[in-house]
């Protein structure tokens, strides 16, 4: 069995916004990424199969949990010493939290294709699955016009909807990535979300 | 309380891809192409409001249910006969099945306005936001290959995806609505879901 083989076996009872089918297109993304910026293409290979492997034993701090178990994957596959420690830096940074700040190359493109994994078409697609699955509405009439919208997302689950989302966080992204050609790909994945986004609200309207 | 009200209380428990906002879409595009072709706009007010109020009772054959209700909103409402009849016909005929054929002006723009409201922007939130509470994958890979698409249709519930609703049934609407108005709004929402859905395919394999 392949490493990809064997990663895809934990994802089997994944739901849909975070399952396997995450993991190839990060993947993806930090092949295309990654031979733009001259990395380790093999750190970012291992990096991002494994990245969200924890998430087995839930979403919370699930960087802790997938670092545990890639240790067990990467000694069972024999990967070297110094392969294997950029790759656990890369999957313990990919979130950008409490201090865990991506400091190599790898680390920077595994955050930038995680982060790109949420906006574009494929992020309109997951944050209206998201939505769907935790009975959100569609929208409400007033999150296109909404100033104040930091305070809504702090409303009850059930008040959010995926144009908070996007109006929120999703279109912020592009101001946090780290390397040159993730700013590049956010540039463009933004706009077309933007233009998505007005595009629904003149519909909602009756005017396309 | 306005009828717009009272049938608002009917909705308030309904799921995100059919509730209010739903019947609020439909009733905008029904002003729209009701204006444009010289229909009956109260008739067409009437109808849009009207149309989906007996999905309370379950989707299956609705159109019986909101009928029924209808009628007796109507009468509260001292809603003129000729008005009442042309609105009845609307509501049986807006699925245009069990050979009930939409036969007035009226009754097609419903018809059409509804058909509408599943494809574009909106119809790509419906299907993703219908896919995320029916624990549906985001895509298969093989959906955008897949050349015996309607087989697929076939398959049990869960191996159905959104990118499948879309090639099996919603790239389709634009050859079914029966307006002038309705074929330029639907050709032109098929144009931008045709889009989405070809730069979807993109975004996955790391091409965007």
Same mark, same amino acid.
């Given at each position: 069995?392949?490493?990809?083989?064997?990663?895809? +076996?934990?994802?089997?009872?994944?739901? @849909?916004?975070?399952?396997?089918?995450?993991?190839?297109?990060?993947?993806? &993304?930090?092949?295309?990424? %990654?031979?733009?910026?001259?990395?380790? &293409?093999?750190?970012?290979?291992?990096?991002?199969?494994?990245?969200?492997?924890? =998430? $087995?034993?839930?979403?919370?701090?699930?960087?802790?949990?997938?670092?545990?178990?890639? #240790?067990?994957?990467?000694?069972?596959? *024999?990967?070297? +010493?110094?392969?294997? =420690?950029?790759?656990?830096?890369?999957?313990?940074?990919?979130?950008?939290?409490? /201090?865990?700040? @991506? #400091?190599?190359?790898?680390?920077?493109?595994?955050?930038?294709?995680?982060?790109?994994?949420?906006? %574009?078409?494929? %992020? $309109?697609?997951?944050?209206?699955?998201?939505? %769907?699955? /935790?009975?959100?509405?569609?929208?409400?009439?007033?999150?296109?016009?909404?100033?104040?919208?930091?305070?809504? =997302?702090? &409303?009850?689950?059930?008040?959010? !909807?995926?144009?908070?989302?996007?109006?929120? *966080?999703?279109?912020?992204?592009?101001? !946090?990535?780290?390397? +040159?050609?993730?700013?590049?790909?956010?540039?463009?994945? /933004?706009?077309?979300?933007?233009?998505?986004?007005?595009?629904? +609200?003149?519909? $909602? *309207?009756?005017?396309?």
């Amino acid at each position: 069995m392949t490493i990809e083989e064997e990663v895809k +076996e934990y994802f089997k009872n994944s739901k @849909p916004t975070h399952d396997f089918s995450h993991v190839k297109r990060v993947y993806n &993304l930090c092949m295309k990424i %990654g031979k733009k910026e001259k990395a380790d &293409l093999e750190v970012l290979r291992l990096a991002s199969l494994l990245h969200d492997i924890g =998430r $087995i034993k839930g979403d919370e701090d699930h960087e802790i949990h997938s670092i545990e178990i890639a #240790e067990k994957v990467m000694d069972k596959y *024999k990967i070297d +010493e110094k392969t294997k =420690r950029n790759v656990i830096h890369c999957i313990k940074t990919h979130r950008y939290r409490n /201090n865990a700040v @991506p #400091e190599t190359l790898e680390a920077k493109i595994l955050y930038d294709a995680d982060k790109l994994d949420a906006i %574009g078409a494929i %992020g $309109i697609c997951r944050a209206y699955s998201f939505g %769907g699955e /935790n009975g959100q509405k569609l929208y409400r009439k007033e999150d296109f016009s909404n100033k104040d919208i930091e305070v809504s =997302r702090k &409303l009850d689950h059930k008040k959010h !909807t995926p144009v908070i989302e996007y109006k929120a *966080k999703l279109s912020r992204i592009k101001d !946090t990535v780290l390397t +040159e050609e993730g700013k590049r790909i956010a540039e463009e994945r /933004n706009k077309f979300m933007k233009n998505f986004f007005l595009r629904l +609200e003149k519909e $909602i *309207k009756g005017e396309l």
